[in-house]
């Protein structure tokens, strides 16, 4: 900015600071010095000004905090009016007798032109006028100030924790959070000045009575003993006079009371009151009871037919032009977007954002193309739901699209953008599958099950009987992909949860049990620990079904300085009927596998030895492990009976990752994990020398099933 410029800004926010200080001097002024006539038109006539500019600022304030200055300018407004008064007075008293024309123009104007100049007329206008601004706006506006400061001022503690528990969780920023402190200080400091405003607008109605009784009776009692004037021309004169005076006074003072009304009455909104209120009016089915009701009235004899007819017919042009309008807005064609600029790389084009994928080559579009049934998309959609229910938790959504680099019948699964599986399918055939009790053959296409791994064959439709008597269990190809998703999805649904589904969870849990939900988190456990948690549980084939008992294992077991591994182990062993109850029924024992207690000492050892190390076990050591639990493991998994691995609570977690590539739907549980009431089947023991094995816990009078020893 140049000199001149910021000298000149200087004046001008200088000018604006003096502007108040020296219009309270006027005001003063007007109040102890005589004043000219004209002196007291120009003043009226700026007092009605400020007054109409007040009330246009009124309502077209969006909500009342836009118009935060207005109690003081309310206050000024009052004090100018009043001043005015007072100099009118001395006015009207002191030169009354020389005519309607000694105290302005604009008195003179108001007292002839309102009320004809008949005085007996200008004091019930008066009256009504007075009636109106104090029994009615006045008292009313008092009133919503009253209580809208009281209710305020109830809620500003409340509003000031919100605010501080917002800013404490991450919602809003340090600046945000005061901006909005500042909004509220100001919101109860307004409306306590509302409540204190609304007192001038009455007390300045109570002093136009008074001052217009003052110049009525002064009037009269100088007219006729000073200015020797008869009673008759003394009240025509000082009695217009008064009465010009306190209109001309008053209608300001009406204004004013309006503006305040609709100030303390205004409902937050972004538009403001005008704009508001023709939205709200502008519907088309309030606009027919009214003309119909019109025409009603304009029908019955003895009413004036032709001004409410009129009124019913613009009431009824008001109600079809609104229903037309509103009509044509519901079939107005939706803007077309632009067309996408092809140098615009947008997010979208970089990931789709689905953590479940399922991408299909061109010849297998048919089986999820709504024309022909989409029979896959119906199954992927009940696996979704029956996973759901076992996970304890909402699958997310499979997004479904073609490929063109796959093979034409080929498919692909993806989860979080990792491939899962794949394989490929022939969709106008069924897919044959050997159950192992094959009584003959059927010629055909050689593959494997993607699901279970085993030897199958493509086979015609025309075959299908064939295949179902020589012992085959013949699928069509969207349930051979749908269960190969199934399995995918329950081997992976760690990968599926995250920090919104253990949100989702909780705030699902809350309803029910609010008290334990508040103890879980954020004291005991955050967010992010409960997420990990519920992870580790999933990846090792724990449902969320019975939330609220895994979060009551949480509260119980979680302690400052656990680590994520001791944390998940101690949850483990509180709900170790959960994990069993999958396994086996009630009354039936575990069947488990256990190592030999050398190797156990040997496994403690290198547990202590290695620490955190993810796999502390020495590699050929591991290998002679896996080997003889799996050499142990086929009589019963040929059995088609579900089992576990027990060990110590050391060494489960480095022989639970050790054995999930080998055998991974089968459980690693720790000792303490079996609840004391359950009995359990030894079916063998990995390790060490041939000698009996003590069972653990069995059940009373059961005898001891047989046991396989492998070394």
Not at 220 to 249: F, K, P, R, W
Request: charged letters at 20%.
């Amino acid at each position: 900015m140049t000199p001149a410029q910021v000298k000149a800004k200087i004046w001008t926010n200088a000018a604006k600071g003096a502007v108040l200080p020296i219009a309270t001097l006027m005001v003063v002024l007007f109040m102890m010095v005589p004043v000219p006539a004209f002196m007291l038109d120009i003043g009226f006539i700026t007092n009605i000004m400020i007054s109409l500019a007040v009330l246009m600022v009124a309502l077209n304030a969006a909500k009342p905090l836009d118009f935060s200055s207005f109690p003081t300018v309310l206050l000024f407004a009052t004090l100018l009016r009043l001043a005015l008064n007072v100099a009118s007075t001395r006015v009207v008293l002191v030169q009354g007798h020389e005519g309607s024309d000694a105290a302005g123009h604009v008195i003179e104007a108001f007292g002839h032109f309102l009320i004809g100049g008949d005085y007996v007329v200008g004091i019930f206008v008066f009256a009504i006028l007075m009636i109106i601004n104090l029994v009615v706006i006045t008292k009313g506006a008092g009133r919503v100030s009253e209580v809208s400061a009281r209710f305020t001022l109830d809620a500003l503690p409340g509003k000031q924790m919100a605010i501080d528990a917002d800013l404490n969780a991450g919602l809003m920023t340090p600046e945000e959070a005061k901006l909005r402190r500042r909004e509220v200080a100001t919101e109860a400091d307004f409306y306590g000045s509302m409540d204190g405003a609304s007192k001038f607008v009455k007390g300045d109605a109570v002093a136009g009575i008074l001052i217009l009784a003052i110049n009525i009776v002064g009037g009269i009692i100088l007219g006729v003993v000073s200015h020797g004037l008869s009673m008759g021309e003394a009240a025509q004169t000082y009695i217009i006079l008064a009465i010009g005076d306190a209109l001309v006074a008053q209608v300001p003072a009406l204004l004013l009371s309006i503006a305040a009304a609709a100030i303390v009455t205004r409902v937050g909104s972004e538009d403001d009151l005008g704009n508001q209120i023709t939205n709200q009016f502008g519907s088309g089915r309030a606009w027919v009871p009214v003309a119909a009701i019109l025409g009603f009235l304009g029908i019955l004899p003895g009413m004036p037919h032709f001004i409410i007819l009129s009124a019913a017919a613009i009431a009824g042009f008001i109600a079809w032009q609104l229903r037309k309008t509103a009509q044509a807005k519901a079939t107005e064609p939706e803007p077309m977007p632009e067309p996408a600029n092809p140098a615009i790389i947008e997010w979208n084009d970089v990931s789709d954002g689905a953590i479940l994928g399922l991408e299909i080559g061109y010849g297998l579009i048919g089986l999820v193309d709504e024309r022909k049934g989409a029979p896959l998309m119906a199954r992927i959609t009940g696996i979704r739901r029956q996973l759901s229910k076992e996970l304890g938790f909402v699958v997310p959504m499979v997004r479904v699209k073609d490929n063109l680099a796959l093979e034409p019948n080929q498919y692909r699964i993806t989860i979080a953008g990792v491939v899962v599986g794949e394989d490929e399918i022939y969709p106008e055939d069924l897919l044959a599958l050997d159950s192992g009790a094959l009584e003959g053959v059927v010629s055909g296409r050689e593959a494997k099950d993607p699901t279970f791994g085993l030897d199958a064959v493509w086979i015609s439709p025309a075959k299908r009987s064939e295949a179902v008597v020589a012992g085959y269990t013949v699928v069509d190809p969207p349930t051979v992909v749908a269960t190969h998703l199934n399995q995918l999805i329950a081997m992976n649904a760690s990968e599926m949860f995250g920090l919104d589904e253990a949100r989702k969870l909780l705030d699902n849990l809350k309803e029910a049990a609010p008290q334990l939900v508040d103890g879980l988190t954020p004291g005991a456990l955050s967010l992010t620990q409960i997420s990990a948690l519920c992870r580790a549980l999933l990846s090792e084939g724990i449902a969320l079904k019975d939330f609220r008992r895994i979060c009551e294992a949480m509260v119980d077991a979680a302690r400052p300085d656990m680590s994520h591994e001791q944390l998940v182990e101690a949850v483990r062993q509180r709900i170790g009927s959960l994990i069993i109850q999958g396994l086996v029924p009630v009354k039936m024992p575990l069947p488990v596998i256990t190592l030999d207690g050398d190797l156990e000492a040997l496994l403690a050892q290198a547990m202590r030895v290695a620490g955190d190390a993810r796999h502390p076990i020495e590699p050929a050591l591991a290998n002679r492990i896996i080997e003889s639990v799996v050499q142990a493991a086929r009589p019963i998994m040929g059995q088609a009976r579900n089992f576990a691995i027990v060990t110590s609570p050391v060494a489960r977690r480095a022989l639970a990752r050790l054995f999930k590539p080998h055998l991974p739907e089968t459980p690693v549980l720790s000792f303490l994990e079996i609840p004391d009431g359950k009995g359990v089947e030894v079916v063998a023991v990995v390790g060490g020398e041939q000698r009996p094995a003590p069972r653990h816990d069995p059940l009373p009078r059961e005898p001891v099933a047989g046991r396989e020893r492998v070394a």
